[in-house]
Nanobody, 123 residues
Framework: QVQLVESGGGLVQAGGSLRLSCAAS????????MGWFRQAPGKEREFVAV????????YYADSVKGRFTISRDNAKNTVYLQMTSLKPEDTAVYLC????????????????WGQGTQVTVSS
């Protein structure tokens, strides 16, 4: 099993920044990609960003391109989501997930999920 624990969420004003972390442990398989998703009340879970454990390949949802940056620290088994220029519509529970796929944007491709961390952006 893989355990994922998110942290770094909180309350921030519109235009502000926040950095989320996802610590992974207990790997029993080779995870090729780590993704960030978010889910707001009354909305479907949506893809935010994904990064491979090796190389610099990453991909972002159109809604966050230019504002969010995903990164990783392989030695710490940790991925990060640096969020800037935050908007009220970014308010959601942010979850990290692990996938054995090369790279994926669908939640169906992710086998392991964290519990999520709340991000609230005030106007």
């Amino acid at each position: 099993q893989v355990q994922l624990v998110e942290s770094g969420g909180g309350l921030v004003q519109a235009g502000g920044s926040l950095r989320l972390s996802c610590a992974a442990s207990g790997h029993t398989f080779s995870s090729y990609a780590m993704g960030w998703f978010r889910q707001a009340p009354g909305k479907e879970r949506e893809f935010v960003a994904v990064i491979r454990w090796s190389g610099d390949i990453s991909y972002y949802a159109d809604s966050v391109k230019g504002r969010f940056t995903i990164s990783r620290d392989n030695a710490k088994n940790t991925v990060y989501l640096q969020m800037t220029s935050l908007k009220p519509e970014d308010t959601a529970v942010y979850l990290c997930a692990a996938s054995a796929n090369w790279i994926a944007i669908s939640s169906n491709a992710y086998a392991y999920w964290g519990q999520g961390t709340q991000v609230t952006v005030s106007s």
